[in-house]
Protein backbone atom coordinates (compact mmCIF):
# COMPACT_ATOMS: atom_id res chain seq x y z
CA UNK A 1 0.00 0.00 0.00
CA UNK A 2 1.48 3.46 -1.08
CA UNK A 3 1.71 6.55 1.07
CA UNK A 4 -1.78 8.56 1.44
CA UNK A 5 -2.11 11.79 0.73
CA UNK A 6 -2.41 14.35 3.48
CA UNK A 7 -2.42 17.74 3.96
CA UNK A 8 -0.54 18.43 7.27
CA UNK A 9 -0.62 21.56 9.55
CA UNK A 10 2.01 22.47 12.23
CA UNK A 11 0.89 24.11 15.48
CA UNK A 12 4.00 25.36 17.42
CA UNK A 13 5.26 28.78 19.18
CA UNK A 14 9.13 27.61 18.86
CA UNK A 15 10.52 28.30 14.97
CA UNK A 16 13.28 26.05 15.61
CA UNK A 17 10.61 22.70 16.22
CA UNK A 18 8.21 24.64 13.57
CA UNK A 19 11.19 23.87 11.10
CA UNK A 20 11.92 20.63 12.20
CA UNK A 21 8.85 19.24 11.97
CA UNK A 22 8.17 20.67 8.43
CA UNK A 23 11.80 19.51 7.27
CA UNK A 24 10.47 16.17 8.21
CA UNK A 25 7.15 16.32 5.93
CA UNK A 26 8.51 17.73 2.99
CA UNK A 27 10.74 14.51 2.31
CA UNK A 28 7.11 12.84 1.47
CA UNK A 29 5.62 13.88 -1.52
CA UNK A 30 2.39 12.92 -0.57
CA UNK A 31 2.24 15.21 2.36
CA UNK A 32 1.54 19.06 1.15
CA UNK A 33 1.54 21.43 4.60
CA UNK A 34 -1.52 23.24 4.89
CA UNK A 35 -0.78 26.04 7.58
CA UNK A 36 1.40 26.99 10.40
CA UNK A 37 0.48 28.38 13.47
CA UNK A 38 2.11 29.80 16.02
CA UNK A 39 -0.14 29.11 19.38
CA UNK A 40 -3.19 27.08 19.97
CA UNK A 41 -5.69 30.30 19.48
CA UNK A 42 -4.31 30.43 15.91
CA UNK A 43 -4.77 26.92 15.12
CA UNK A 44 -8.48 27.16 16.17
CA UNK A 45 -9.18 30.18 13.88
CA UNK A 46 -7.05 28.59 11.00
CA UNK A 47 -8.76 25.38 11.43
CA UNK A 48 -12.09 26.63 11.42
CA UNK A 49 -11.06 28.13 7.99
CA UNK A 50 -9.09 25.61 6.39
CA UNK A 51 -9.70 22.09 8.01
CA UNK A 52 -6.08 19.78 7.59
CA UNK A 53 -6.52 15.77 6.83
CA UNK A 54 -3.87 16.13 10.20
CA UNK A 55 -2.90 18.75 12.92
CA UNK A 56 0.56 18.17 14.73
CA UNK A 57 -0.14 19.91 17.50
CA UNK A 58 2.56 21.15 20.76
CA UNK A 59 1.38 21.54 23.84
CA UNK A 60 3.13 24.16 25.66
CA UNK A 61 2.40 27.40 23.81
CA UNK A 62 1.43 31.50 24.93
CA UNK A 63 -2.09 32.59 24.54
CA UNK A 64 -3.78 29.01 24.49
CA UNK A 65 -1.77 25.50 24.78
CA UNK A 66 -2.62 22.55 23.12
CA UNK A 67 -4.81 20.83 25.19
CA UNK A 68 -7.59 23.39 25.29
CA UNK A 69 -6.72 23.86 20.99
CA UNK A 70 -7.09 20.16 20.92
CA UNK A 71 -11.00 20.24 22.78
CA UNK A 72 -12.06 23.70 20.84
CA UNK A 73 -10.88 21.78 17.33
CA UNK A 74 -12.63 18.76 18.16
CA UNK A 75 -15.30 20.68 19.19
CA UNK A 76 -15.81 23.02 16.06
CA UNK A 77 -14.21 21.74 12.89
CA UNK A 78 -12.76 18.00 14.30
CA UNK A 79 -10.07 16.65 12.38
CA UNK A 80 -7.34 14.06 13.47
CA UNK A 81 -4.62 15.82 16.22
CA UNK A 82 -1.16 14.18 16.71
CA UNK A 83 0.50 15.41 19.89
CA UNK A 84 3.74 16.29 19.34
CA UNK A 85 6.05 17.62 22.16
CA UNK A 86 9.66 17.92 23.82
CA UNK A 87 9.19 15.45 26.21
CA UNK A 88 5.71 12.92 25.98
CA UNK A 89 7.29 11.33 29.60
CA UNK A 90 7.84 14.56 31.21
CA UNK A 91 4.58 16.30 29.74
CA UNK A 92 2.52 12.52 30.14
CA UNK A 93 -1.04 14.47 32.24
CA UNK A 94 -0.96 17.00 29.66
CA UNK A 95 -0.78 14.21 26.87
CA UNK A 96 -3.71 12.24 28.37
CA UNK A 97 -5.82 15.05 28.93
CA UNK A 98 -5.30 16.35 25.14
CA UNK A 99 -6.38 12.21 23.55
CA UNK A 100 -9.28 12.79 26.21
CA UNK A 101 -10.33 15.73 24.19
CA UNK A 102 -9.64 13.95 20.78
CA UNK A 103 -5.97 13.53 20.20
CA UNK A 104 -5.08 10.39 18.16
CA UNK A 105 -1.67 10.13 19.65
CA UNK A 106 1.64 11.55 21.00
CA UNK A 107 5.20 11.38 20.03
CA UNK A 108 8.31 13.38 20.58
CA UNK A 109 8.94 16.24 18.72
CA UNK A 110 12.11 15.89 15.97
CA UNK A 111 15.65 17.79 16.66
CA UNK A 112 17.38 19.46 13.82
CA UNK A 113 20.75 18.18 13.29
CA UNK A 114 24.11 19.58 13.06
CA UNK A 115 23.60 20.30 9.32
CA UNK A 116 20.12 21.59 9.82
CA UNK A 117 18.39 18.24 8.70
CA UNK A 118 16.16 16.89 11.20
CA UNK A 119 17.67 13.42 11.99
CA UNK A 120 16.85 12.71 15.87
CA UNK A 121 12.96 11.70 15.61
CA UNK A 122 11.82 12.08 12.10
CA UNK A 123 11.43 9.04 10.81
CA UNK A 124 9.15 8.20 13.84
CA UNK A 125 7.54 10.66 13.38
CA UNK A 126 6.91 9.63 9.88
CA UNK A 127 5.70 6.22 11.07
CA UNK A 128 3.52 7.81 13.02
CA UNK A 129 1.99 9.85 10.50
CA UNK A 130 1.66 6.99 8.23
CA UNK A 131 -0.44 4.95 11.02
CA UNK A 132 -2.95 7.62 11.53
CA UNK A 133 -3.31 8.12 8.19
CA UNK A 134 -4.45 4.77 7.67
CA UNK A 135 -6.60 5.20 10.62
CA UNK A 136 -8.26 8.43 8.90
CA UNK A 137 -8.51 6.26 5.49
CA UNK A 138 -10.36 3.72 8.03
CA UNK A 139 -9.29 0.32 6.31
CA UNK A 140 -11.80 -2.21 6.73
CA UNK A 141 -10.27 -5.77 7.07
CA UNK A 142 -12.54 -8.31 8.12
CA UNK A 143 -11.95 -10.63 10.76
CA UNK A 144 -13.31 -13.76 11.50
CA UNK A 145 -15.69 -14.36 14.43
CA UNK A 146 -15.08 -17.26 16.56
CA UNK A 147 -17.82 -19.88 16.85
CA UNK A 148 -18.32 -19.68 20.86
CA UNK A 149 -18.07 -22.72 22.52
CA UNK A 150 -20.56 -24.07 25.92
CA UNK A 151 -20.67 -21.71 28.73
CA UNK A 152 -21.34 -22.11 32.26
CA UNK A 153 -22.26 -19.79 34.93
CA UNK A 154 -19.72 -17.58 36.79
CA UNK A 155 -18.75 -13.93 37.62
CA UNK A 156 -19.63 -11.49 35.24
CA UNK A 157 -17.07 -9.53 33.02
CA UNK A 158 -17.09 -5.52 32.60
CA UNK A 159 -15.07 -5.12 29.32
CA UNK A 160 -14.66 -1.48 27.24
CA UNK A 161 -13.17 -0.74 24.03
CA UNK A 162 -12.14 3.04 23.43
CA UNK A 163 -9.81 5.13 21.20
CA UNK A 164 -9.87 8.50 19.93
CA UNK A 165 -11.18 10.31 22.79
CA UNK A 166 -11.37 7.52 25.43
CA UNK A 167 -8.69 8.35 28.10
CA UNK A 168 -11.16 11.04 29.56
CA UNK A 169 -14.17 8.99 28.82
CA UNK A 170 -12.29 6.22 30.88
CA UNK A 171 -11.94 8.47 33.56
CA UNK A 172 -15.90 8.98 33.82
CA UNK A 173 -17.07 6.04 33.54
CA UNK A 174 -14.82 4.20 35.73
CA UNK A 175 -15.59 7.27 37.94
CA UNK A 176 -19.07 6.41 38.28
CA UNK A 177 -18.23 2.25 39.33
CA UNK A 178 -18.12 1.71 43.02
CA UNK A 179 -14.54 1.49 44.41
CA UNK A 180 -15.70 -2.05 45.97
CA UNK A 181 -16.92 -3.37 42.61
CA UNK A 182 -16.33 -6.82 42.47
CA UNK A 183 -16.20 -7.89 38.80
CA UNK A 184 -12.95 -7.79 37.11
CA UNK A 185 -12.70 -4.68 34.62
CA UNK A 186 -10.64 -5.19 30.80
CA UNK A 187 -10.08 -2.24 29.17
CA UNK A 188 -9.03 -2.06 25.48
CA UNK A 189 -7.46 1.42 24.41
CA UNK A 190 -5.88 2.08 21.08
CA UNK A 191 -3.10 3.48 22.13
CA UNK A 192 0.74 3.05 21.49
CA UNK A 193 2.92 0.45 24.18
CA UNK A 194 5.07 3.16 25.12
CA UNK A 195 2.45 5.08 26.44
CA UNK A 196 0.11 2.21 27.86
CA UNK A 197 1.77 2.58 31.26
CA UNK A 198 1.37 5.74 31.13
CA UNK A 199 -2.08 5.68 30.80
CA UNK A 200 -2.90 3.07 33.82
CA UNK A 201 -1.23 5.37 36.03
CA UNK A 202 -3.24 8.55 34.92
CA UNK A 203 -6.29 6.83 35.29
CA UNK A 204 -5.13 5.71 38.86
CA UNK A 205 -5.11 9.10 39.57
CA UNK A 206 -7.84 10.10 38.28
CA UNK A 207 -10.47 7.81 38.89
CA UNK A 208 -10.93 5.78 42.10
CA UNK A 209 -9.26 2.31 41.10
CA UNK A 210 -5.86 1.44 40.72
CA UNK A 211 -5.15 0.49 37.04
CA UNK A 212 -2.90 -1.78 36.08
CA UNK A 213 -1.46 -3.23 32.44
CA UNK A 214 -2.54 -6.33 31.64
CA UNK A 215 0.28 -9.05 32.12
CA UNK A 216 0.43 -12.01 29.92
CA UNK A 217 -0.12 -15.02 31.65
CA UNK A 218 -2.69 -13.93 34.80
CA UNK A 219 -6.19 -14.59 35.14
CA UNK A 220 -8.92 -11.50 34.84
CA UNK A 221 -9.59 -10.58 38.83
CA UNK A 222 -12.45 -9.99 40.22
CA UNK A 223 -12.37 -5.96 41.71
CA UNK A 224 -8.69 -5.44 39.39
CA UNK A 225 -8.65 -3.52 36.59
CA UNK A 226 -6.36 -3.75 33.57
CA UNK A 227 -5.53 -2.37 30.38
CA UNK A 228 -4.25 -3.48 27.37
CA UNK A 229 -0.52 -2.52 27.15
CA UNK A 230 1.26 -3.81 24.19
CA UNK A 231 0.90 -3.15 20.15
CA UNK A 232 -0.12 -6.66 19.52
CA UNK A 233 -3.51 -7.75 20.30
CA UNK A 234 -5.08 -8.68 23.98
CA UNK A 235 -7.20 -11.80 24.02
CA UNK A 236 -8.40 -14.19 26.59
CA UNK A 237 -7.37 -17.76 26.34
CA UNK A 238 -9.35 -21.09 27.25
CA UNK A 239 -7.57 -21.63 30.63
CA UNK A 240 -8.72 -17.59 31.36
CA UNK A 241 -5.54 -16.54 31.79
CA UNK A 242 -4.72 -13.16 29.07
CA UNK A 243 -2.01 -13.52 26.31
CA UNK A 244 -0.93 -11.35 23.70
CA UNK A 245 -0.96 -12.33 20.12
CA UNK A 246 -0.08 -10.34 16.41
CA UNK A 247 -2.66 -11.93 14.88
CA UNK A 248 -4.91 -11.14 13.11
CA UNK A 249 -1.40 -9.41 11.70
CA UNK A 250 -2.96 -7.16 9.09
CA UNK A 251 -5.67 -5.25 11.14
CA UNK A 252 -5.20 -1.39 11.14
CA UNK A 253 -5.97 -0.86 15.26
CA UNK A 254 -3.51 -2.33 17.68
CA UNK A 255 -4.58 -3.45 20.05
CA UNK A 256 -7.95 -4.70 18.19
CA UNK A 257 -11.05 -4.46 20.46
CA UNK A 258 -12.68 -6.75 18.14
CA UNK A 259 -9.80 -9.37 18.87
CA UNK A 260 -10.57 -9.05 22.68
CA UNK A 261 -13.91 -8.75 22.52
CA UNK A 262 -14.26 -12.12 19.94
CA UNK A 263 -11.82 -14.13 22.49
CA UNK A 264 -14.07 -13.12 25.59
CA UNK A 265 -17.35 -14.42 23.31
CA UNK A 266 -15.14 -17.80 23.13
CA UNK A 267 -13.79 -18.45 26.75
CA UNK A 268 -15.46 -16.11 29.23
CA UNK A 269 -17.47 -18.84 31.39
CA UNK A 270 -20.56 -16.54 32.34
CA UNK A 271 -21.75 -12.99 31.13
CA UNK A 272 -21.27 -9.60 31.42
CA UNK A 273 -21.28 -6.12 30.54
CA UNK A 274 -19.41 -4.48 27.35
CA UNK A 275 -19.15 -1.26 26.13
CA UNK A 276 -17.61 0.47 23.12
CA UNK A 277 -16.99 3.84 24.10
CA UNK A 278 -15.87 7.10 21.70
CA UNK A 279 -13.36 6.65 18.67
CA UNK A 280 -12.19 6.85 14.84
CA UNK A 281 -13.00 3.88 12.66
CA UNK A 282 -15.49 0.39 13.28
CA UNK A 283 -13.22 -1.47 15.28
CA UNK A 284 -14.98 -3.44 18.31
CA UNK A 285 -18.70 -2.84 16.74
CA UNK A 286 -18.43 -6.77 15.16
CA UNK A 287 -17.84 -8.17 18.46
CA UNK A 288 -19.98 -6.28 20.41
CA UNK A 289 -22.37 -7.87 17.96
CA UNK A 290 -21.23 -11.27 18.83
CA UNK A 291 -20.93 -10.35 22.54
CA UNK A 292 -25.05 -9.26 22.42
CA UNK A 293 -26.05 -12.78 20.39
CA UNK A 294 -24.53 -14.28 23.56
CA UNK A 295 -26.62 -12.95 26.22
CA UNK A 296 -24.57 -10.07 27.18
CA UNK A 297 -25.69 -6.60 27.68
CA UNK A 298 -23.87 -4.30 25.37
CA UNK A 299 -23.68 -0.74 25.34
CA UNK A 300 -22.47 1.77 22.71
CA UNK A 301 -21.73 5.68 23.52
CA UNK A 302 -24.04 7.69 22.24
CA UNK A 303 -23.29 10.72 19.57
CA UNK A 304 -24.09 13.66 21.43
CA UNK A 305 -21.22 12.99 24.01
CA UNK A 306 -18.76 10.48 21.68
CA UNK A 307 -15.48 12.77 20.61
CA UNK A 308 -15.33 11.09 17.42
CA UNK A 309 -18.33 9.18 16.37
CA UNK A 310 -16.62 6.12 14.93
CA UNK A 311 -16.60 3.28 16.82
CA UNK A 312 -20.17 3.32 18.62
CA UNK A 313 -21.80 4.57 15.10
CA UNK A 314 -20.27 1.33 13.79
CA UNK A 315 -21.79 -0.70 16.24
CA UNK A 316 -24.94 1.08 16.49
CA UNK A 317 -25.34 0.30 12.69
CA UNK A 318 -24.90 -3.16 13.23
CA UNK A 319 -27.64 -3.66 15.96
CA UNK A 320 -24.46 -4.63 18.27
CA UNK A 321 -26.04 -2.23 21.10
CA UNK A 322 -28.77 -3.13 23.40
CA UNK A 323 -28.57 0.23 24.72
CA UNK A 324 -26.84 3.91 22.99
CA UNK A 325 -26.18 6.14 26.33
CA UNK A 326 -24.67 8.91 26.93
CA UNK A 327 -21.07 8.90 28.41
CA UNK A 328 -22.81 9.88 32.09
CA UNK A 329 -25.25 7.11 31.77
CA UNK A 330 -23.11 4.35 31.34
CA UNK A 331 -21.59 3.79 34.40
CA UNK A 332 -25.03 3.50 36.68
CA UNK A 333 -26.31 1.14 33.21
CA UNK A 334 -23.49 -1.14 33.16
CA UNK A 335 -24.10 -1.20 37.49
CA UNK A 336 -27.71 -2.07 36.80
CA UNK A 337 -26.48 -5.96 34.85
CA UNK A 338 -23.53 -6.75 36.88
CA UNK A 339 -24.58 -6.55 40.39
Not at 311 to 337: F, R, T, Y
Request: glycine share 8%; net charge neutral.
Amino acid sequence: MGTIKMRIAIVNDTLIAAEALRRVLVTVPEYEIAWIAGNGAQAVEKCAGDTPDLILMDLIMPVMDGVEATRQIMQKSPCAILVVTSSVTANAGRVFEAMGYGAFDAINTPILGASGNSQTGGSELLRTISKVARSIAKNNHNSRSPTAGPKSRNSPLLAIGSSTGGPQALVTLLSALPVNLSVPVAIVQHIDAEFAPGLAQWLSQKTPFSVSVAIAGRPLEPGKVVIAATNDHLVLQSNLTLKYTKEPSDYPYRPSVDSFFYSVAQYWPGKGVAVLLTGMGKDGAKGLKVLRAMGWHTIAQDRHSSVVYGMPKAAAELDAAVQILSLEAIGSACLNHLL
